[in-house]
């Protein structure tokens, strides 16, 4: 089982990006997505979060700006990111709660870097 995220990169304060992190392998059932972010000198901390029946949580500082979505039948999981600030500069990470080979254990993918600048 494998987690491959992708859309990271520079964007200018107030600008917007779209991450997405599609789980692929021997994937029996996918319990929590979510979305983690670790800043330099910081401990990683949950953005988001969406289970699979499409309930939602938010950490307070992005709520308003960032929506998190999944596709059950693509087994990916999305993060709208509006109105970014230089404070979520950060490498964000996916994380999924995932059946496979009998057992249930948490997946993280490689990450990808946020940059919010002018």
């Known amino acids: 089982v494998q987690l491959v995220e992708s859309g990271g990169g520079l964007v200018q304060p107030g600008g917007s990006l779209r991450l997405s992190c599609a789980a692929s392998g021997s994937i029996i059932v996918i319990n929590t997505m979510g979305w983690y972010r670790q800043a330099p000198g910081k401990q990683r901390e949950l953005v988001a979060a969406?289970?699979?029946?499409?309930?939602?949580n938010y950490a307070d500082s992005v709520k308003g700006r960032f929506t998190i979505s999944r596709d059950n039948a693509k087994n990916t999981v999305y993060l709208q990111m509006n109105n970014l600030k230089p404070e979520d500069t950060a490498v964000y990470y996916c994380?999924?709660?995932?059946?496979?080979?009998?057992?249930?254990?948490?997946?993280w993918g490689q990450g990808t870097q946020v940059t919010v600048s002018s």
């Open positions: 994380n999924a709660e995932i059946f496979s080979d009998m057992t249930w254990r948490g997946y």
């Open positions: 969406v289970t699979s029946g499409g309930s939602t």
